[in-house]
């Protein structure tokens, strides 16, 4: 698989706490330069990332993010002032709570408000499936199809475990021939990233595949 293809499918991430604004204007340069699907940063950032990068990469941020136990309408409006700030994808997470106890028509209707907020936005759905049984894993790929959401996507990274082969397995199995995948956490290198993508992932989060490209001098056409 070309390395282009593979970076032209990653969400190139950068979501710790203490990054500085000099950090983010690094991966929107990076974004821009390899060609990666988006970057993704927290909301804070949001406004001034798409101001800088003017169009040239696509801006994700994340809702909700990481526990995914706050209220539809704290998500909505969080949701709703990223898209203002120019956001292009938005990243939400569920509320794993709710999924453990079964309340799967809570989750749906949650998903649906926020993805009638993104209207023709990607809304991609964090499971964060290291917390979750493989029969919780199917019902929420049933879930996310039925919402409407553009993609399910594994994990936030920050987590117990991101990623494996088993859940993008799984996903590719029980997801509507509309909702896509993506693989998030643990992508650690380029043979990884063709691995999750060869099983049935769209996009992967990471921020590795750059900085492996960046490391590799050898690599042709950057």
Known sequence: ???????????????????????IQAIVDDGIKYGTASVCI????????AGYADGRVKICTVI???????????????????????ADEIDMVVNIGEVKAGHFDAVRD????????CGEKILKV???TCLLTDEEKIEMCHVVSEAGADYIKTSTGFSTAGATPHDIELFAKHVSPETKIKAA???STIEDAENFI???ASRLGTSRIVKIVKAESNITGY
């Open 1 to 23: 698989m070309e390395i282009k293809e593979i970076l032209s499918k990653c969400d190139h991430t950068l979501l710790t706490q203490t990054a500085t604004w000099e950090d």
């Open 42 to 49: 927290p909301p804070s950032f949001v406004k001034r990332a």
């Open 64 to 86: 909700g993010f990481p526990n995914g136990y706050s209220t539809t309408k704290t998500k909505l409006f969080e949701t709703e002032d990223a898209l203002k700030s120019g």
């Open 110 to 117: 949650e998903i649906k408000i926020l993805k009638a907020a």
């Open 126 to 128: 964090i499971i964060e």
């Open 185 to 187: 956490g643990g992508i």
């Open 198 to 200: 060869k099983l049935g």
